[in-house]
């Protein structure tokens, strides 16, 4: 009888284990892993954005030309 009580303790303590701690800590695990994928994916992303906007030729900001300066005269009366 005390052999059966005992059994029964001792599966029941693995099964705690294994559905409160192992299962949980596998799927946190899982979906850490999956969250570190996306982020290095969207690094990426972002580099090649950068790097793409990089060897774009910038055009160069042209100072006002004399041309477009009108030059006024004061008119005394």
């Known amino acids: 009888?005390?052999?059966l009580i005992f059994y029964g303790l001792v599966v029941y303590l693995?099964?705690?284990l294994v559905f409160e701690?192992?299962?949980p800590v596998s799927k946190a695990t899982t979906q850490m892993s999956e969250?570190?994928?996306q982020m290095q994916q969207q690094q990426?992303?972002?580099q090649q954005q950068q790097s793409k906007?990089?060897?774009e030729?910038?055009?160069p900001v042209r100072p006002a030309s004399d041309k477009e300066y009108i030059e006024y005269e004061e008119v005394k009366p």
């Open 1 to 3: 009888m005390i052999k």
């Open 14 to 16: 693995i099964y705690k």
């Open 21 to 23: 701690l192992i299962i």
């Open 35 to 37: 969250k570190v994928r």
């Open 44 to 46: 990426q992303k972002f």
């Open 53 to 55: 906007q990089a060897a």
């Open 57 to 59: 030729p910038q055009k």
